[in-house]
């Protein structure tokens, strides 16, 4: 039996809070986080995932249990137990020091990998950026986190999206669909920031604090590659393509970074 306890509040809106899960005489470190009904509905999902290991156990947090509403976390129906990881965020470890190309190559192919995996256990991330990619210390691995935009997807088929974060916005998300594809632009734009140290749309957003404004622009433009730039800068703004179709796939990202892997280094 699993005996949990809650330590502290994470976030000023109450809505996570750090706690402990008791097992076998061990203590693990927990995140409580508030989910709606809709949220339960996916975070049941990956837990049967994880259960019959239908999904690699260090790509998203492992869920211990999702409850009904707690007096500690009074503003959700429910409430859901899952690992704490203990690392850094992308963000923190490269928002002072952008990452070298041969280094930020490698990790393009990790986490490609790590999100065709997540698509191919039927989920899409629906909010992949370097706040929610976490470089794990204990594990050596780069984990997903923050789940409350996931959806379960049928491969031939759009799913209805459940938001977006307005710098990573894809045109589809705001029409209200995702597929696979949605991921692979939000993972796009997001290696972009690893390399150049900015956002790679700031040049056109700077300028701009309303967060429909920002999702806009972000949305409705492409990034293009001069000649000179390096091939894997030139390969993520392939993907960074504002209409769905036009990107390439997963796949090829992934095949690209394996077979020329000197034109990346």
Partial sequence: MLNFSIKEPLTQDGRIYLGSVEEDTKSYPVLFRGITEDQRFIYTHIQALQTAGAIA???I???YAIINKIPDIPTHKFTVIQEFINGVSLYAYTKDKPLP?????????ILARDVASYHAAGL??????????????????????????????QSSIM??????SPHYACLEQMQGLIGPKTDLRCLAITLLETILGSHPFEHIISSHSNPLSI???????SLDASPHDHPLITLLCSATHSEYGKRPNLNH????LQRYPEAFS
Avoid: W
Avoid at 136 to 147: Q, R
């Fill in 215 to 221: 999702a806009g622009i972000v949305s409705s433009h």
């Fill in 57 to 59: 156990q260090d790509l």
């Fill in 101 to 109: 190309t041969s280094q930020a190559a490698y990790l393009t192919l």
């Fill in 253 to 256: 990202i992934i095949n690209t």
């Fill in 124 to 153: 899409l991330h629906g909010d992949i950026k370097r706040e929610n990619i976490i470089l794990a210390t204990e594990k050596h691995c780069a984990i997903f986190i923050d789940n409350d935009m996931t959806t379960v997807f």
């Fill in 61 to 63: 947090p492992k869920v």
């Fill in 159 to 164: 799913s209805p999206a459940k938001g977006y």
